[in-house]
């Protein structure tokens, strides 16, 4: 029947309109996965970085060897700036690509509102990480980043693919085990960061850009 | 069947329309800018379907000035939204039915 298509048509036209309208939808699996892949090396650096592991941020060995700023520190901060650069970059770019193919507007409201409840959560948790540096204790800051990175992901996840939602739970399970067994912060970063980002981004890769 | 053609709402049976309340329902102010972008709609088209909504207390309308430029944007009220979730359970009842 005639009249029916067009029913079926208005409704799958108001459902296309109000996720068009209210969700980022140019987020790209492929960001994830090289935002993932770039984690990862950052992290097989960090390792080599902190003397193949022989630096432990447990209290005990914090206590004994305390971090020296020049051959550690300063090198871990530097790959810091360059992993989150190259990540940011990498993500950039492939979403701008999605938004081009799929002819949706990369900078628009949906974008503005991702972005700020994104970055309330992650600012804070930066800040809080910036703070336990300063009162020299560290060893709760890969849990401590992994925790503020998934409430961020959660919060923002309203606003764009669901998919983000479960990431973002996924990073705060892990955060917590991250406090827990301490000694492999940086283990759990790298899954977390790394491994997490990739398998997500593959996910929604192969769900929607297929 | 005739009950639930009763429901389907005659204000809402341009695509225009349609496409309005859709947008406005899942969002606070939306400016006509952002509306017509989304729409695809022309300008005189879009202001026509806004105004006659309007006339009809299913959406309002507020002015703002950015810098010098003025800024139109719209919201649906609470009749519109109720209007407008009746009018897509009606269609999907007859989509049902059939």
């Keep these: 029947m005639d009249s029916e298509s067009k029913q079926i048509k208005d409704l799958r036209e108001i459902k296309n309109l109000m996720e068009r309208s209210s969700r980022f939808l140019s987020l790209s699996g492929l960001s994830g996965i090289s935002a993932g892949i770039v984690a990862l090396a950052g992290a097989v650096i960090a390792y080599f970085i902190l003397d193949t592991g022989q630096i432990k941020y447990d209290t005990h060995f914090y206590l004994l060897q305390p971090l020296p700023f020049e051959n550690v520190l300063m090198p871990l901060i530097l790959l810091g700036i360059v992993v989150l650069v190259l990540a940011l970059g990498l993500g950039l770019f492939f979403s701008w690509r999605k938004a081009k193919k799929h002819n949706l507007k990369m900078w628009d409201h949906t974008t503005k509102r991702l972005l700020i409840n994104l970055f309330i959560p992650l600012v804070s948790g930066g800040f809080f990480s910036l703070l336990l540096i300063y009162r020299n204790d560290i060893s709760l800051l890969a849990s401590v980043t992994l925790i503020f990175y998934g409430l961020a992901l959660v919060n923002a996840s309203k606003y764009t693919l669901d998919e983000i939602r479960y990431l973002g739970i996924s990073e705060i399970i892990l955060g917590m085990l991250a406090g827990i067994f301490i000694n492999f912060g940086l283990f759990f970063w790298a899954i977390g960061f790394g491994v997490l980002h990739i398998v997500y981004g593959s996910m929604m890769y192969f769900k929607y850009e297929r | ?98």
Excluded: C
Aim: proline content about 1%; cysteine-free; charged content about 30%.
């Design chain 2, 1 to 98: 069947m005739k009950d639930i053609l009763s429901k389907l709402n005659k204000a809402f049976e341009s695509r225009v329309r349609l496409g309005i309340m859709s947008v406005l329902v899942v969002n606070d102010w939306v400016d006509f800018n952002t509306m017509k972008y989304l729409l695809e709609a022309t300008d005189g088209n879009l202001a026509s379907h806004l105004k006659a909504l309007e006339l009809k207390e299913l959406i309002e309308m507020r002015k703002q000035f950015v810098g010098r430029k003025p800024k139109t944007s719209y919201r649906v009220t609470h009749t519109g939204r109720q209007l407008f979730k009746q009018h897509i359970e009606a269609l999907e009842n007859l989509i049902n039915n059939q």
